[in-house]
């Protein structure tokens, strides 16, 4: 019985889900390359989001620990479209960098772990970020590496990221928006923070959006839902008039930037960029239009549900927050 009822919702999600028409409209724009998305921190594999429409991303991954490169390599899920796996670590320059690999891999950085503030939540596991080992690995910057495109950026190093932005000077020229994990507190010692990061995005032409996801700590327990509030990812984009004035005759810089507001559910800047662009009856962009339209009503309307869900949950607990969140 409980065979037959996976089968059942699954059927049910393949059917509702959102990544068929994902694919058909990103291919719908007729790119001659594929996205291409640099993964810094990519022992994870592929992101969610991105492996919806991995077949038409080409990934570089970025990943210096060789356990965690042994596992990138063996990840299909990472391959997409295509895949280069570097072994090098990012910075701000070349040079020789000292790495703490912790007891959880994931947890691994170029700072030290700030266990000053790591053992107030005993609960979360704090055996996971004492040192493992340490390694020495090459580093370099973004900008001495050649690249087929530069499209997107995710960054994930543990408190290193603005070293990695500073090192990506010319780079964020030709990027199209980044995904960048931030903290609001000091659980690296020395690392940046989310206003060190904003501000330096913000000086060259990107505009913070939203957070994707936010991690919140409790001290008595492992749960995250009323919790300290400690960090997330958050994702930064250039505007609709930036990508206007700069790539008005580059129709594969274009059809990326709308490709990234798709996957981002950024629905009011692909409308605001067709516009711009005079394309809104344009036929080689109406495909992608209609299905942007029905992603956009289909979330508008589980953002009603999501409501009267709340309405409902705050007549028996009071104080339940009701933000929803989408992504």
Not at 144 to 160: L, M, R, T
Request: charged content about 30%.
């Amino acid at each position: 019985m409980k065979k037959k009822i996976s089968t059942w919702l699954y059927a049910v999600q393949r059917i509702t889900t959102r990544e068929k028409l994902q694919v058909q409209a990103i291919k719908s724009l007729g790119m001659r390359r594929p996205l291409c998305l640099i993964d810094v921190g990519s022992a994870k594999g592929m992101m969610n989001r991105w492996k919806v429409i991995k077949d038409e991303v080409y990934a570089y991954g970025f990943e210096p620990d060789s356990g965690a490169r042994q596992k990138l390599q063996q990840s299909t899920e990472f391959s997409g479209g295509g895949n280069i796996d570097s072994p090098y670590a990012l910075s701000d320059k070349k040079e020789k960098l000292e790495l703490n690999i912790l007891k959880k891999p994931s947890h691994s950085s170029a700072l030290e772990p700030n266990h000053e503030l790591i053992n107030r939540f005993p609960q979360r596991h704090p055996k996971g970020f004492e040192l493992d080992y340490k390694v020495t690995v090459d580093a370099c910057d973004l900008d001495s590496i050649d690249f087929e495109a530069k499209d997107f950026i995710k960054i994930d190093v543990q408190g290193y990221e603005l070293k990695v932005l500073k090192g990506a000077e010319s780079s964020l020229n030709e990027l199209l928006g980044l995904e960048v994990e931030i903290e609001f507190f000091e659980m690296y010692k020395n690392q940046c923070s989310f206003g060190e990061i904003n501000d330096y995005l913000l000086n060259r032409d990107f505009e913070f959006i939203d957070f994707t996801s936010l991690t919140r700590w409790e001290r008595d327990t492992e749960k995250n839902t009323l919790g300290i509030c400690m960090g997330g990812d958050a994702f930064f984009l250039r505007s609709p008039e930036f990508v206007f004035s700069k790539y008005k005759e580059d129709s594969e810089k274009l059809a990326a930037y709308l490709s990234i507001c798709l996957i981002y559910k950024r629905y009011d800047f692909i409308v605001t960029t067709l516009r711009l662009f005079d394309l809104e009856n344009n036929v080689d962009y109406l495909e992608f239009s209609k299905i942007s339209n029905l992603l956009r009503k289909r979330l508008n309307f589980a953002d009603r549900l999501a409501r009267i869900s709340n309405h409902i949950i705050r007549f028996f607990v009071s104080d339940t927050d009701g933000t929803p969140m989408f992504y």
